[in-house]
T-cell receptor, first 112, second 115 residues
Framework: GENVEQHPSTLSVQEGDSAVIKCTYS??????FPWYKQELGKRPQLIID?????GEKKDQRIAVTLNKTAKHFSLHITETQPEDSAVYFC???????????FGTGTSLTVIP | SAVISQKPSRDICQRGTSLTIQCQVD?????MFWYRQQPGQSLTLIAT?????????ESGFVIDKFPISRPNLTFSTLTVSNMSPEDSSIYLC????????????FGPGTRLLVL
């Protein structure tokens, strides 16, 4: 089955700096890659996703890049703010109705 | 996206007992999933709840321990049977809320503590 690895496990940045979280996957059939943000005590919330026919997607301060050849994808958060502090999970799926394989999570702390 | 609720939001149970968790969606959805999230850990899929047929369980999870029902397209239950302290976790349901959609949206979760 699919194996998703995520790095780093913890990340601290100064407010205003950028944060990058990286994930690799093993199954070349995976074609959908969502990112979730989970604040303490809350449910995971989808923040951005990318499909395998796209190399990059951006939504305001958040962007995701995908390298299908290398089987890795990354989350980029620019101009970080304290409210970006949370645990971020990447996931991979082979498509509609199929299970998500989650990474191990990255705890991001933005220092004011 | 669909509005998803879970009951109970939290519970403290004695070992050896069972707890049934409900997941209710405000619209019909194609797929419903049940996940477990142990403290400080990632999300692990327990099973896919299939409407009108038996759930599909992931490796390491069995029907006798985690029976699942899905009587219609808006509701599912997960039972944690014969609980032990190792079952202490957050249990979350998720849904694909649009036919053909890939994205999953999560319910608020049920925090379970087994003493």
């Amino acid at each position: 089955g699919e194996n998703v690895e995520q790095h780093p496990s913890t990340l601290s940045v100064q407010e205003g700096d950028s944060a990058v979280i990286k994930c690799t996957y093993s199954d070349s059939a995976s074609n959908y890659f969502p990112w979730y943000k989970q604040e303490l005590g809350k449910r995971p919330q989808l923040i951005i996703d990318i499909r395998s026919n796209v190399g990059e997607k951006k939504d305001q301060r958040i962007a995701v890049t995908l390298n299908k050849t290398a089987k890795h994808f990354s989350l980029h958060i620019t101009e970080t703010q304290p409210e970006d502090s949370a645990v971020y999970f990447c996931a991979a799926s082979i498509g509609t109705g199929n299970q998500f394989y989650f990474g191990t999570g990255t705890s991001l702390t933005v220092i004011p | 996206s669909a509005v998803i609720s879970q009951k109970p939001s939290r519970d403290i149970c004695q070992r050896g007992t069972s707890l049934t968790i409900q997941c209710q969606v405000d619209s019909q959805v194609t797929m419903m999933f049940w996940y477990r999230q142990q403290p400080g850990q990632s999300l692990t899929l327990i099973a896919t709840a299939n409407q009108g047929s038996e759930a599909t369980y992931e490796s390491g999870f069995v029907i006798d321990k985690f029976p699942i029902s899905r009587p219609n397209l808006t509701f599912s239950t997960l039972t944690v049977s014969n609980m032990s302290p190792e079952d202490s976790s957050i249990y979350l349901c998720s849904v694909n809320d649009l036919a053909g959609a890939e994205t999953q949206y999560f319910g608020p979760g049920t925090r379970l503590l087994v003493l």
